[in-house]
């Protein structure tokens, strides 16, 4: 799952529990019109210099995956429950030659939520997956980031207001549910802040999108305050030619942020602008992204973006943003990537990446000037494999401002099913 107008590369097939076309009319025929979803995958992380650390070697293979099930509708009322399960393959004893984020045996119950969905609405209580800016599952976890709360969404998925509150917190290498973030020790061995406790973060935004033909646009805006962190707003608009072979498109973002309640990680100012255009043709999408993250010397890391549940996880909806670290984690100043990517043989998906970060941890710093190379593929099976699905990915990243290049290779075969 990606946020509307992230540069994520896309994920595999994973299927998403829907409601059977006949809604239950007892309370017998709700779990008997249930079904089961769920996925099984093997990830394998290679890295090499792991996070430019000369002589950091991590090979580090796991299994696990996401048993579900939902209940059918009544009255437009729902349950849904999974348990997750990741164990590693022969780790080594060593926990430096192990990638932290496969290296935890987990198991335990993930998703525990009640929905009721008609009239356009869809409310959601309990334990759940979230999609806003900064806080949804974009990245490449055996078990995926939860939070619970309540969230509400009126209308469809390209119009849509959207409002949340979430109080608890759980990342891809716990089993538990808690009042921390990722900037909290438990998930990152350099932070400053211990495990100090917050109420949660809540949110509101919503999208819309017109079709003014020739072209369609669309935009979106969010507002979210993370309690004791940061408050920020987000905005995001895209024009783009509708229909034809040959589709051009210009997107326009930004974000201001600034500090909220303790600002546990200190005094907060955000200024992110970004631009971006390409073009599409049928499967392939070629696009140019720029951000500019403007220096503030008095801010956490110059000025770079706030994110307590996307801090060391991955991809964000920033146009310019590498794959195997993250834009608003390195700092100040420009930003470029540059994408293409498409289908060329019916089920294998191909791409290509070069991001550079010319971004300043402080304002004495020397500039990162990180250029990373990256390459994917992934092919979903058909026939009686449908649900099968191999990726990988394979880069490297430089720096003059390192010893070392670092190069990092993820696999990952997965079965879903369920959808």
Do not use: C
């Not at 349950?79 to 932290?100: K, L, T, W």
């Not at 229909?243 to 930004?254: A, K, S």
């Not at 973006?305 to 993250?326: K, M, R």
């Not at 994917?376 to 990243?397: M, P, V």
Request: proline letters at 5%.
């Amino acid at each position: 799952m990606t946020v509307p107008g992230s540069n994520a590369p896309v994920p595999p097939l994973q299927p998403v529990p829907t409601v059977g076309a006949n809604e239950a009319t007892s309370l017998i025929e709700m779990f008997t019109k249930g079904h089961f979803y769920g996925n099984v995958r093997t990830e394998y992380f290679s890295l090499h210099n792991a996070y430019f650390v000369p002589g950091s070697n991590q090979d580090t293979v796991s299994y696990g995956g996401t048993l579900g099930y939902k209940t059918a509708a009544l009255y437009g009322f729902s349950v849904g429950v999974s348990a997750f399960i990741q164990r590693g393959i022969d780790h080594s004893d060593n926990p430096a030659n192990v990638v932290s984020y496969l290296g935890p045996n987990l198991l335990n119950l993930a998703e525990a939520y009640l929905q009721y969905e008609g009239h356009g609405f869809k409310v959601v209580a309990g334990n759940q997956k979230l999609n806003a800016p900064f806080d949804g599952e974009y990245d490449w976890r055996i078990v995926p980031p939860l939070f619970q709360g309540v969230s509400a969404r009126y209308g469809d998925a390209d119009n849509f207001l959207m409002a949340f509150k979430m109080f608890r917190y759980k990342s891809y290498t716990s089993n538990t549910f808690t009042r921390t973030t990722a900037y909290n020790v438990d998930f990152d061995s350099f932070s400053t802040i211990g495990n100090a406790k917050t109420n949660g973060f809540w949110g509101v935004g919503g999208a819309h999108k017109w079709k003014l033909a020739p072209v369609e646009l669309s935009a979106q805006g969010w507002y979210q305050t993370y309690q004791d962190y940061a408050r920020m707003t987000y905005a995001q608009g895209q024009v783009i030619r509708d229909g034809g072979l040959i589709r051009p498109f210009v997107g326009v973002q930004g974000v201001r942020e600034t500090g909220d309640g303790r600002e546990l990680l200190g005094n907060v100012n955000s200024e992110v602008f970004g631009a971006q255009f390409g073009v599409k043709r049928n499967s392939l999408t070629l696009r140019f992204g720029y951000d500019r993250i403007v220096p503030h010397s008095n801010s956490l890391l110059n000025g770079a973006l706030v994110t307590p549940y996307a801090h060391n996880i991955g991809s964000d909806p920033l146009y310019a943003q590498p794959f195997f670290n993250s834009t608003e984690d390195l700092g100040a100043g420009n930003a470029y990537a540059i994408d293409v990517n498409g289908a060329p043989f019916g089920h294998l998906f191909l791409g290509a990446r070069y991001s550079f970060m010319d971004l300043k941890s402080s304002a004495t710093a020397v500039s990162l000037h990180q250029s990373e190379y990256l390459l994917y593929a992934i092919y979903n099976f058909t026939g009686k494999l449908k649900g099968l699905s191999i990726t990988d990915f394979t880069g490297f990243q430089s720096s003059p401002a390192k010893s070392k290049k670092y190069f990092e290779n993820r696999v990952i075969l997965e079965y879903a099913f369920g959808g």
